[in-house]
């Protein structure tokens, strides 16, 4: 017997799900044992690249997550609501729930993992992260005997588009953002990816997983790219890095720390960010997405791979399909004597507490900052000087030229504390040689 499937949204990627299902030759053979059985549309008249039996095709979301012959619900509704409450309400009928709404994980997470271990039922992300990358699952499963001590990567498609083309062809942000929306790589709205919010989202998804604790979306430092100038990118390239959206997850790895104990405080965290050109991260392009993971014993791991669009997104969203089909059919899934079915500990959501996050102030990384000034003698040795009494050492200082009519300095820091760099800067404000703090990013 077909294992039923109510698929909630046919939009880009509910389409391309749909397109896997319905052509199952040459995949594993479980993907012919699922049926569509209902799909939930908000505009029934719109034309459709899938066409479905009489019947299969329904306005009416919430009859398909109580419809007691539904065993899986696929939500791919995307935003908040009614995303989120088809979600619980498929929960409270005892519903396994997949789904690729990285938004209503990373603030709902809690309620909703809290209802499915109740009712005895799984919900599977892995089209949250990454499109088409492996990357949930495998954190959950192929990586848990390690102790994760870093996460970071690219995990947003549009800012990496446009970061890349900026680089290529050196053009300014809004130019280059216009041209992308034009051609259908951001959003009529860029403010999600462009802003950050998708990308910490992902990354406070990634964190739980790789730490085993929630976290809270409200304390991910969140800084997206709209001030990164075609001037940064041409002085970074020139100092050997190139400028990526980053989301970083990490715990204190200095000298002293036992990974074996749980961490105090975690960094989580998305800015642009300077990274050497010879690190793994800096060759990822386009809308490509990757992941590094870093962790003991294994050391390093890294997926790359398409982190957008129907195909990719929808090989992850089959997956948790088949995923869930696998307990099912060997009878895993099933309730006994009235008692929820027990959860397969690697697929289920594991832990209750929230994880604690350190304050950015308390970050130590390198900084890249670009100051407007006067073209008078001394103001390199006041800035170096007003650093060293915050004990922020210099790595490098670059004057190259003139800008309307103003001096250009860059400054490359080594490793500070990002209390005592935005005291330094402070202060630099003041001086009357210098007209202005252009730009600040963090370095890798
Ligand atoms: N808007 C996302 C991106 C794709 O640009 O990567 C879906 O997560």
Same mark, same amino acid.
């Given at each position: 017997m077909a294992f039923k499937v109510g698929l909630l949204g046919l939009g880009t990627v509910g389409t391309g799900t749909a397109q896997i299902l319905l052509d199952p030759a040459q995949r594993h053979p479980l993907v012919q044992e699922l049926e569509i059985y209902r799909v939930g549309v908000r505009s029934p008249d719109k034309t459709r690249l899938v066409a479905f039996s009489p019947g299969v095709v329904t306005t009416d979301l919430e009859a398909i997550v109580t419809?007691?012959?539904?065993?899986i619900v696929v939500e791919l509704l995307g935003g908040l609501e009614p995303a989120r409450s088809l979600i619980l309400k498929a929960i409270a009928n005892g519903k396994h729930v997949v789904t690729a709404n990285k938004a209503v994980i990373a603030r709902f997470g809690e309620e909703i993992f809290a209802a499915a271990t109740e009712a005895g039922v799984y919900v599977l992300l892995e089209a949250a992260v990454g499109g088409g990358i492996p990357v949930i699952e495998p954190l959950k499963?192929?990586?848990?005997?390690n102790r994760i001590h870093t996460l970071m990567g690219i995990v947003n498609g549009t800012t990496n588009y446009i970061l890349t083309r900026m680089q290529t062809e050196g053009g300014d942000f809004a130019e280059i953002l216009a041209d992308a929306q034009k051609l259908g790589y951001a959003e009529a709205d860029p403010t999600t990816d462009v802003d950050g919010f998708d990308a910490a989202d992902k990354i406070a998804i990634l964190a739980s997983l790789a730490f085993g604790g929630r976290i809270k979306l409200p304390e991910v430092y969140c800084e997206g790219i709209r001030q990164v100038s075609a001037a940064d990118i041409a002085y970074a390239d020139k100092l050997g890095f190139v400028i990526k959206l980053l989301a970083v997850a990490k715990r204190d790895t200095s000298?002293?720390?036992? =990974? *074996?104990?749980?961490?105090?405080q975690l960094q989580v965290r998305v800015h642009p960010t300077l990274i050497?050109?010879?690190?793994? =991260? *800096?060759?990822?392009?386009?809308v490509y997405n990757a992941i590094l993971v870093e962790g003991e014993p294994i050391g390093q791991v890294m997926f790359f791979g398409p982190g957008a669009g129907a195909g990719p997104t929808a090989s992850a969203v089959v997956s948790d399909i088949l995923n869930i089909a696998a307990i099912l059919k060997v009878g895993r899934g099933a309730a006994t004597d009235g008692q929820p079915p027990q959860l397969d500990p690697l697929l289920a959501c594991s832990h209750q507490h929230y994880c604690a996050i350190a304050p950015m102030s308390e970050l130590v990384t390198r900084f890249y900052a670009r100051f407007l000034t006067q073209d008078s003698s001394g103001v390199i040795g006041k800035l170096g000087t007003c650093f060293g009494n915050h004990s922020v050492s210099l790595e490098s200082v670059v004057q190259i030229g003139l800008r309307d009519n103003q001096a250009e300095i860059v400054v490359v820091t080594h490793h500070v504390r990002e209390g005592n760099f935005h005291q330094a800067l402070d202060e630099i404000r003041t001086f009357e040689a210098v007209n202005s703090v252009a730009s600040l990013l963090r370095v890798l």
């Open positions: 419809d007691p012959a539904v065993e499963q192929s990586l848990c005997a000298p002293g720390t036992n =990974l *074996a104990d749980p961490p105090d050497p050109k010879t690190h793994p =991260l *800096a060759s990822v392009n386009q």
